[in-house]
Nanobody, 123 residues
């Protein structure tokens, strides 16, 4: 009964692109800042990006700056993560989460998590 659902993952070659989507069920996505996380096998979950509820501000981890872009279309109540110039080390399960904040605040609690979508970057 996930209240968030990720989609758009898949298998791509290094240098390729994917666009992930995050949509809500049972609540209004537009009320929350939304963050993307990822977790690779044997690794801790890593914050990737976050966008405020209005879309007016965003944050990125150093590892994805310049390659990934987070955006949201509040008319569609959907948040996107455009991933370009993908690297093998980007391989992970990607999750979106709704923060109990309208802004991207470190260590904020979360209202909901998705079940994740697999991104595999391989030749």
């Amino acid at each position: 009964q996930s209240q968030l659902m990720e989609s758009g993952g898949g298998l791509v070659q290094p240098g390729g692109s994917l666009r992930l989507s995050c949509a809500a069920s049972g609540f209004t996505l537009n009320d929350y800042a939304i963050a993307w996380f990822r977790q690779a096998p044997g690794k801790e979950r890593e914050g990737v990006s976050c966008i405020s509820s209005s879309g007016g501000s965003s944050d990125y981890s150093d590892s994805v700056k310049g390659r990934f872009t987070i955006s949201r279309d509040n008319a569609k109540e959907t948040v996107y993560l455009q991933m370009n110039s993908l690297k093998v080390e980007d391989t992970a399960v990607y999750y979106c989460a709704a923060l109990l904040q309208t802004r991207c605040v470190p260590l904020a609690d979360f209202a909901s998590w998705g079940q994740g979508t697999q991104v595999t970057v391989s030749s």
